[in-house]
């Protein structure tokens, strides 16, 4: 059904081209005459159709030219019984509206009926032609090719129209599009802007809202699961940066108490490597004393077994004295010869006493009992025969005093030859704690160079750790600028577990 206002836009079209009762009746009077020829006309014009690539595009198969054909004269059908109505109108709509669809522009469709308008007129100037007798049939064949071009025209009119109705649609509904697409995008780039204003303060909390316009779903989401990833990223990083700036303070102060132990130890070692060289100088000096008290008991002994010698003569010497003292009355010379000797032999028992020292201090006891026995004999020899039965006895002593030395004297040599021994194995055994003092001392000489060199190290690892600490706290000082949930939450448990872990540290130090 059409509008009364088409309706009315029809009439007045119909009296404007002069398509009026008369015209009309002319035109239903020239029906048989179009369907007649109107699909040759249509054949010629389809054919040039398909001589413009321009317009040959629009009808690529037979079936579809077949169908625009047939549409066609349909239509010219109803144009043939001159019945201009709603029939008539929904046709060439409908025909408008077609080439529109396929965007066929007015240039080629007007080309087109001028090839249709130029075999509708040649049928009817065929058909119709007047006779050679009078004007009348002239004027009638003028009538009736007018009304073909006015119908054709009409025709013409309501496809351009629509045509231009249409596009004119199109662009009013674009220019709608635009403006909704224009809106759509302000809203957008408002939110989105809102969105990285709050982003570029760190809040990754805020996401584009769902109902963003349709055609920026796929923006929103991908925003959305953007920030999403990157709250997640910031997360983890911000734990592994609370977690790292945790160790790093760990390692510092580790470090810190490493330089400042390592340190003590490189002074302790210093100061024991002074004191083992003080020792090792002092363990020396004890075995070369070691050696010479060694040689000097030696010689010691040496001549404590030439003492042994000599008062074994000398008990034999007594002996002798013993056994002749019944013939001393006789031998007075005898007596004082062997007093001489004594008392020589006293004074060098006396003298090698003296040079055995302490050790032969008994000795020289024993040789000042000679020599006074000695001195006694002499002072006998004098008084010989007054005092025979005094020196008997005396001789006797001496004799046993002799013995008595005798035995002193090999006891003493035993014993020098034991503290021989002794000072023997002690000059080897501190000539060997000296060689491996001096060992220790190069040793230890060595671990203190090494030292030094671990503590200026160690001193430059916990500089290098120190600045790492600050460079990490930087990174997490930037890191909680970021606003998200997770960031909290995980940020408030690394703070609290961080506190736990250094309670525990102090605790542990103290």
Same mark, same amino acid.
């Given at each position: 059904?059409?509008?009364?206002?088409?309706?009315?836009?029809?009439?007045?079209?119909?009296?404007?081209?002069?398509?009026?009762?008369?015209?009309?009746?002319?035109?239903?009077?020239?029906?048989?005459?179009?369907?007649?020829?109107?699909?040759?006309?249509?054949?010629?014009?389809?054919?040039?159709?398909?001589?413009?690539?321009?317009?040959?595009?629009?009808?690529?198969?037979?079936?579809?030219?077949?169908?625009?054909?047939?549409?066609?004269?349909?239509?010219?059908?109803?144009?043939?019984?001159?019945?201009?109505?709603?029939?008539?109108? $929904?046709?060439?709509?409908?025909?408008?509206?077609?080439?529109?669809?396929?965007?066929?522009?007015?240039?080629?469709?007007?080309?087109?009926?001028?090839?249709?308008?130029?075999?509708?007129?040649?049928?009817?100037?065929? $058909?119709?032609?007047?006779?050679?007798?009078?004007?009348?049939?002239?004027?009638?064949?003028?009538? $009736?090719?007018?009304?073909?071009?006015?119908?054709?025209?009409?025709?013409?009119?309501?496809?351009?129209?629509?045509?231009?109705?249409?596009?004119?649609?199109?662009?009013?509904?674009?220019?709608?599009?635009?403006?909704?697409?224009?809106?759509?995008?302000?809203?957008?780039?408002?939110?989105?802007?809102?969105?990285?204003?709050?982003?570029?303060?760190?809040?990754?909390?805020?996401?584009?809202?769902?109902?963003?316009?349709?055609?920026?779903?796929?923006?929103?989401?991908?925003?959305?699961?953007?920030?999403?990833?990157?709250?997640?990223?910031?997360?983890?990083?911000?734990?592994?940066?609370?977690?790292?700036?945790?160790?790093?303070?760990?390692?510092?102060?580790?470090?810190?108490?490493?330089?400042?132990?390592?340190?003590?130890?490189?002074?302790?070692?210093?100061?024991?490597?002074?004191?083992?060289?003080?020792?090792?100088?002092?363990?020396?000096?004890?075995?070369?004393?070691?050696?010479?008290?060694?040689?000097?008991?030696?010689?010691?002994?040496?001549?404590?077994?030439?003492?042994?010698?000599?008062?074994?003569?000398?008990?034999?010497?007594?002996?002798?004295?013993?056994?002749?003292?019944?013939?001393?009355?006789?031998?007075?010379?005898?007596?004082?010869?062997?007093?001489?000797?004594?008392?020589?032999?006293?004074?060098?028992?006396?003298?090698?006493?003296?040079?055995?020292?302490?050790?032969?201090?008994?000795?020289?006891?024993?040789?000042?009992?000679?020599?006074?026995?000695?001195?006694?004999?002499?002072?006998?020899?004098?008084?010989?025969?007054?005092?025979?039965?005094?020196?008997?006895?005396?001789?006797?002593?001496?004799?046993?005093?002799?013995?008595?030395?005798?035995?002193?004297?090999?006891?003493?040599?035993?014993?020098?030859?034991?503290?021989?021994?002794?000072?023997?194995?002690?000059?080897?055994?501190?000539?060997?704690?000296?060689?491996?003092?001096?060992?220790?001392?190069?040793?230890?000489?060595?671990?203190?160079?090494?030292?030094?060199?671990?503590?200026?190290?160690?001193?430059?690892?916990?500089?290098?750790?120190?600045?790492?600490?600050?460079?990490?706290?930087?990174?997490?000082?930037?890191?909680?600028?970021?606003?998200?949930?997770?960031?909290?939450?995980?940020?408030?448990?690394?703070?609290?577990?961080?506190?736990?872990?250094?309670?525990?540290?102090?605790?542990?130090?103290?």
């Amino acid at each position: 059904m059409i509008s009364s206002e088409e309706k009315q836009a029809l009439s007045k079209r119909l009296d404007f081209i002069g398509l009026d009762e008369r015209a009309r009746k002319v035109l239903k009077d020239l029906g048989p005459t179009i369907r007649d020829n109107m699909s040759a006309a249509l054949d010629s014009f389809y054919k040039r159709l398909r001589m413009f690539p321009e317009t040959a595009r629009f009808f690529r198969s037979d079936e579809h030219m077949a169908g625009a054909k047939r549409r066609q004269q349909e239509h010219w059908g109803v144009v043939g019984t001159a019945k201009y109505d709603e029939t008539y109108v $929904e046709g060439v709509q409908s025909v408008g509206r077609a080439h529109a669809r396929i965007g066929l522009e007015p240039r080629w469709y007007i080309g087109g009926y001028a090839v249709l308008l130029n075999e509708l007129v040649a049928a009817v100037v065929r $058909e119709r032609w007047p006779s050679r007798f009078g004007r009348g049939g002239s004027d009638k064949l003028a009538d $009736e090719i007018g009304v073909v071009v006015k119908a054709a025209l009409l025709d013409m009119d309501y496809s351009i129209s629509i045509y231009l109705d249409i596009l004119e649609d199109q662009r009013n509904q674009a220019e709608i599009a635009r403006k909704k697409a224009e809106d759509e995008q302000a809203q957008a780039l408002a939110a989105l802007s809102d969105a990285l204003a709050r982003l570029a303060t760190g809040d990754l909390e805020h996401t584009l809202p769902s109902t963003m316009p349709a055609n920026f779903q796929k923006i929103t989401q991908d925003y959305n699961s953007s920030i999403k990833s990157l709250a997640g990223t910031l997360t983890t990083v911000r734990a592994a940066g609370e977690e790292i700036f945790r160790s790093s303070a760990s390692i510092a102060e580790a470090t810190n108490n490493l330089a400042h132990r390592t340190e003590q130890q490189a002074a302790g070692l210093e100061e024991s490597t002074a004191a083992l060289h003080e020792l090792t100088g002092s363990v020396s000096g004890a075995a070369d004393g070691a050696q010479k008290a060694s040689q000097v008991v030696q010689v010691t002994l040496e001549e404590a077994r030439t003492s042994g010698d000599v008062v074994t003569k000398a008990v034999s010497a007594m002996g002798a004295i013993e056994k002749s003292s019944e013939a001393i009355s006789k031998i007075i010379g005898v007596i004082d010869e062997i007093a001489f000797q004594t008392n020589l032999l006293a004074l060098n028992a006396g003298v090698e006493a003296a040079r055995a020292g302490e050790a032969g201090r008994g000795f020289a006891v024993v040789a000042q009992e000679v020599r006074e026995l000695a001195q006694r004999c002499a002072n006998a020899a004098k008084e010989i025969k007054g005092l025979i039965s005094q020196s008997s006895s005396q001789v006797q002593s001496g004799v046993g005093l002799v013995n008595s030395a005798g035995d002193a004297l090999n006891s003493i040599i035993a014993r020098i030859d034991e503290i021989n021994t002794i000072v023997s194995k002690i000059a080897a055994a501190a000539s060997d704690q000296s060689g491996s003092l001096k060992e220790v001392s190069a040793a230890i000489g060595s671990m203190d160079s090494i030292t030094q060199q671990n503590a200026a190290m160690v001193e430059e690892t916990s500089a290098q750790t120190s600045t790492l600490r600050e460079e990490v706290e930087r990174l997490v000082s930037s890191l909680r600028g970021f606003k998200t949930r997770d960031l909290e939450r995980s940020g408030g448990e690394n703070l609290g577990r961080r506190q736990d872990d250094q309670a525990t540290s102090m605790r542990r130090a103290s």
